[in-house]
Every structure is written in C-alpha cells, then in structure tokens.
C-alpha cells in the first residue's frame, strides 16, 4: 500500500510554469530581433551622405553667405503679424538692397508647417503676405535670390514683436 504523498501525480512539462518562463526569454530576443530587422530595411537612414566631399564643400559655400552678410553690415528687424511679414534691412554704407529677399520660415521638428516668403520692397520696407504661425520657436532664415549672402535667426511665437537678425562672421 502507498502512502497518499507517495501518491502525487506528475503533471505533464507544459502545464508547468517554468518551462515556459525559460521558452519565452529567447522567443522574445527573436520576435525583437525580426522587428528590428524589418525597421532597418524598411525606414530610410537619411544621415548616411555618400559624397561628403561634395557635402563639405557645400558647407563650405553655406559659410561664405554668412560670411558675405557680415561684410556687408546687413541688419534684419523682422515682424511677425497674423497675416503679414515686414521686414527692415538695414546695410552698411555703398551696398544697394535687393528689391526682392528671401524668408524661409521652418519649424523645427514639423516640415508641413514650413513657408518660404519672398518680400518685396514698399516704403522702404519689405512686405509679404504670410500664413498664421503656431506659437513655438521656428527658425528664419533671409537670404537674396541669387543667394550670395544669407542670416539665420530664431524667433519664439508670440512672445517676440520683432525678431532682430545679425549675421555672424565666423
């Protein structure tokens, strides 16, 4: 006769918890390693640059604009308004202005909410028509058609009035 502890019944291995405990830490890796995979094949990598030569020389070029706006003395003062832009420019003595500029309006991590203004002078200022902007920082950028010369500046809606662009000789 067989005492009632000597009795106890085996389970079967998958009706255990351990065994599955142990399975699952491999499953995942591979389940985590199929989706990695699927993501590098599917997404475009748009840091990899296959000429940099040709991207140095570019920076290069981006440069001299900056360096071309600082040699003239050029000085923006920019208002931002609901439906219009005006801008003053202000340039060192024996540079004539373009009659037309450049503003390029780009928010930082949205690209659908970017604008490019082209300002046209009246009254001594340049004035364009412009989309209303969301509040947040956004990023200008005023250049000339034939881009020769160029200025970055920032500006945060709707706590500045007018946004005063500098460029900067490196």
């Given amino acids: ?27 995942v890796a591979v389940i985590t390693g199929i989706t990695t995979l699927w993501l590098a094949v599917s997404t475009w990598d748009g840091l990899v640059v296959d000429d940099y030569y040709q991207e140095g ?3 290069e070029k981006t440069i001299a604009r900056s360096q071309k706006a600082a040699e003239m003395g ?14 003053d420019l202000a340039a060192g003595s024996a540079v004539t202005l373009p009659p037309t500029v450049v503003l390029t309006i780009s928010h930082p991590t949205r690209s659908g909410m970017d604008q490019v203004v082209i300002l046209k ?11 209303p902007l969301t509040a947040g920082r956004w990023l200008l950028q005023l250049e000339d058609e034939s881009h020769t010369w160029r200025m970055n500046g920032t500006a945060n809606i709707p706590a500045e009035a007018v946004i005063r662009i500098v460029p900067v000789a490196s």
């Fill in 1 to 27: 006769m067989r005492s009632a502890t000597m009795q106890k019944s085996i389970e079967p291995w998958y009706r255990q918890g351990w065994p599955w405990f142990l399975i699952s830490i491999p499953a």
């Fill in 74 to 87: 050029l000085v923006a003062d920019v208002r931002l308004r609901a439906e219009e832009v005006t801008l």
């Fill in 121 to 131: 002078r009246r009254d001594g200022v340049f004035v364009a028509p412009l989309a």
């Fill in 57 to 59: 020389k570019t920076i």
